[in-house]
């Protein structure tokens, strides 16, 4: 499974992430709503208790209750599609074309595979 989104300055990011002070901005325009709706549309395979904020904001708004979402192949935090559409936030090369190459639409995973990547992650 690749991994998408974990941001060293997210709570629930990866100490040797990427910057989402370094990506902001570099999604072009016309890719925001594609991807951000891709990413919405993955199937949550874990949930947490508690809620992801926005840390590129001072006042630190709730985002989203916090999960973790895939389409069998990666797997992002569920606070990703709210940076891409806020800030542009860049992603892998890799996956906009894996992305694109379904359709802009993440495949349905049955109850199985997700049982199966939740035992991996």
Do not use: C
């Amino acid at each position: 499974m690749k991994d998408v989104g974990y941001f060293k300055e997210l709570r629930h990011g990866y100490e040797d992430g990427i910057s989402l002070h370094r990506v902001r901005g570099e999604l072009s325009e016309n890719l925001v709503s594609l991807a951000a709706r891709y990413l919405r549309d993955g199937s949550v395979v874990a949930a947490a208790a508690g809620y992801a904020f926005d840390e590129l904001d001072p006042n630190r708004p709730e985002i989203a209750p916090l999960s973790i979402q895939t389409d069998g192949d990666w797997s992002w935090p569920s606070d990703l599609p709210y940076y891409v559409e806020k800030y542009r936030v860049g992603l892998p090369e890799e996956f906009l074309k894996h992305a694109a190459a379904h359709g802009w639409r993440p495949p349905h995973l049955t109850p199985e595979r997700l049982e199966e990547i939740s035992e991996d992650i």
